[in-house]
């Protein structure tokens, strides 16, 4: 089994000489092919910087950001934009869908983008709204929507293209508790079902509850790490809210 990620001494510095903000310190840290991360920290820990310099939006200061093997850190215009379309799928907060477009359109952009072919397209959609409960939505468009099916849209949008890694960030912040619950059992069925390997930042220690492994992020350094490993999810919640305790209990989002 190979890295879907693997960050080296990453770094992050805004500022200049007389007003210098380290937002990242050394981060190291590998995800498996398959796996299921949780970033989670304090509000200005790093995370939301963290899943910025991974996603490409932004750019690291030093070190190496690699995906799949390809070191993001030194690709630049269309193949940094092939990388962003191709191997990297992306789930929002705010869902991100475009108002003009129906579901089935909003998940079939990125394939359209790419040229695949029209019924390659529809068996791909189709496909991914099957495995997460939205098929009855494909023709409405996202006003016609209830948050969670918005966000299961958006999800589906980004596993579409059987990307590398798919980056969560707050998925579930915008959505109630039981849209919430169905959204993290469809990451859960993806995860384990397909293989997908996800890394969902939240600030919620309910949503990490479902992942597989959490990594704990303070001042821009990594602080601690803790795995599911034969728990079920009461128990990997009572670990997670012991070293929630340690941060500081302010797990609020970035």
């Not at 089994?1 to 903000?21: F, Q």
């Not at 129906?102 to 983008?113: C, D, M, Q, S």
């Not at 495995?131 to 969670?148: A, C, E, N």
């Not at 990490?208 to 602080?223: E, P």
């Amino acid at each position: 089994m190979g890295n879907a990620l693997a960050l080296r001494n990453v770094e992050k510095i805004y500022g200049n000489r007389s007003n210098i903000t380290t937002a990242l310190d050394d981060v190291s840290f590998e995800v498996a092919d398959g796996d299921f991360v949780g970033i989670m920290g304090p509000s200005g820990s790093g995370k939301t910087t963290l899943l910025n310099c991974i996603s490409t939006i932004d750019r690291v200061t030093a070190g190496h950001v690699m995906v799949g093997g390809d070191d993001v850190t030194r690709l630049r215009g269309d193949a940094l934009a092939r990388l962003r379309r191709e191997r990297l799928g992306f789930i929002f907060q705010d869902f991100n869908l475009l108002d003009t477009l129906t579901g089935y359109e909003n998940i079939a952009l990125a394939l359209t983008i790419s040229r695949v072919g029209h019924v390659e397209i529809e068996r791909r959609v189709e496909q991914a709204a099957r495995r997460l409960g939205i098929s009855t939505v494909l023709r409405k468009y996202p006003h016609q929507m209830s948050g969670g099916e918005q966000q299961r849209v958006a999800s589906a949008r980004a596993i579409v293209t059987d990307p590398t890694l798919v980056l969560a960030d707050e998925p579930t912040g915008a959505l109630d508790s039981r849209s919430a619950r169905v959204l993290l059992e469809s990451f859960e069925r993806l995860n384990v079902e397909l293989g997908a390997t996800i890394l969902m930042v939240t600030h919620d220690p309910s949503a990490a509850s479902y992942c597989r492994r959490i990594l704990f992020i303070k001042d821009g350094r990594l602080f601690s790490e803790i795995a599911r490993d034969g728990d079920d999810r009461k128990g990997f919640f009572g670990r997670i809210m012991e070293v929630v305790t340690l941060l500081g209990g302010d797990t609020d989002a970035q």
